[in-house]
């Protein structure tokens, strides 16, 4: 019994293993890009446990402490610990970067599929998205941050809200292509409702690319949070995030440059992981990159 055992569980590893070396060998952007990510995941779901000082208390005494054993990244000229207040920063941009991703596709795809299907309803949709593609999406996300105040849910609306005719576009050129196909023709002439015509015949084609989409409006919100904190109009001081942290910091660049350098690189990081993410997806999910390949 524990020789079948054994050889089942050296069966299965065996298994795993392979899988493994597969997904590296045919997809390794995704496989970096989606390691990385979970990583910063990891850090933002455990960020209670990983931290070593508190990340919003103040302590004149150790203000503007270098890096070393005690504060890892050093502290800040609050004497606040840098490398607490970047790992929950890594919570708030996850948190609005996957928001702003989900928002946008699901009103994006709701407008996209009603503007590339219903042709009265294109002009007139299409005509308001082009006036918000018109507005610059930083320009028009501070101008809603300063109306609304500043808060996490704003700071999302707000960059949220730029994005959206970015997904309109892409899920209406899909629309306009798919639903010249014959078996959507035939599903028409067959007297099916719209409703399942979009559902069984459209939307399936547009769940890929926006698969793809979503990661790169997740990497965009994330560096315009950021943006929007440096500038001091995003989330609250008392509410730790990159932007504002390396705000603070500009300061005091010459004397601790490790105030902006640690949240910017857990930025950049972050960025990259799930731009490289998305590149994986995108050349995974697409036909004809895939037979290349």
């Not at 069966?11 to 990583?39: C, D, E, K, W």
């Not at 990983?50 to 504060?71: C, Q, V």
């Not at 996957?98 to 709701?110: E, H, I, K, T, Y």
């Not at 798919?178 to 015949?201: M, S």
Request: glycine share 8%; charged share 15%.
């Amino acid at each position: 019994m524990s020789a079948i055992t054994e050889r089942t569980g050296l069966g299965f590893r065996s298994r795993m293993t392979n899988l493994r070396r597969s997904l590296l060998a045919q997809h390794p952007t995704m496989v970096i890009g989606g390691s990385m990510l979970i990583v910063m995941t990891a850090c933002a779901i455990f960020a209670p446990w990983l931290f070593t000082g508190d990340p919003i208390t103040f302590n004149p005494i150790d203000r503007l402490k270098s890096p070393g054993d005690t504060f890892w990244f050093g502290t800040d000229m609050f004497g606040r610990d840098i490398y607490s207040r970047t790992i929950y920063g890594t919570r708030i941009s996850l948190v609005i970067g996957l928001s702003a991703a989900v928002l946008s596709v699901a009103f994006g795809l709701v407008i996209g599929l009603a503007a590339g299907y219903v042709r009265i309803l294109d002009a007139i949709l299409m005509r308001v998205m082009d006036g918000l593609m018109a507005i610059p999406g930083i320009l028009l996300a501070i101008a809603l941050v300063s109306l609304s105040g500043a808060s996490l849910l704003t700071v999302t609306i707000a960059i949220t809200i730029p994005e959206i005719p970015r997904v309109v576009r892409l899920v209406r050129a899909i629309v306009l292509s798919v639903r010249e196909e014959p078996y959507v023709e035939a599903a028409v002439a067959a007297g099916t409702r719209l409703p399942l015509i979009l559902i069984r015949h459209i939307l399936p084609n547009t769940i890929p690319p926006l698969i793809v989409q979503a990661t790169y409006v997740c990497a965009s919100a994330m560096l315009t949070e950021a943006l929007l904190g440096f500038l001091g109009v995003g989330t609250p001081p008392e509410i730790p995030s990159w932007g504002n942290i390396m705000a603070e910091g500009r300061t005091y660049f010459q004397l601790a440059p490790w105030i902006i350098f640690f949240p910017g690189a857990a930025l950049a990081l972050t960025v990259l992981a799930v731009n490289v993410l998305g590149d994986g997806l995108r050349d995974t999910l697409d036909p004809r990159i895939a037979k290349k390949m």
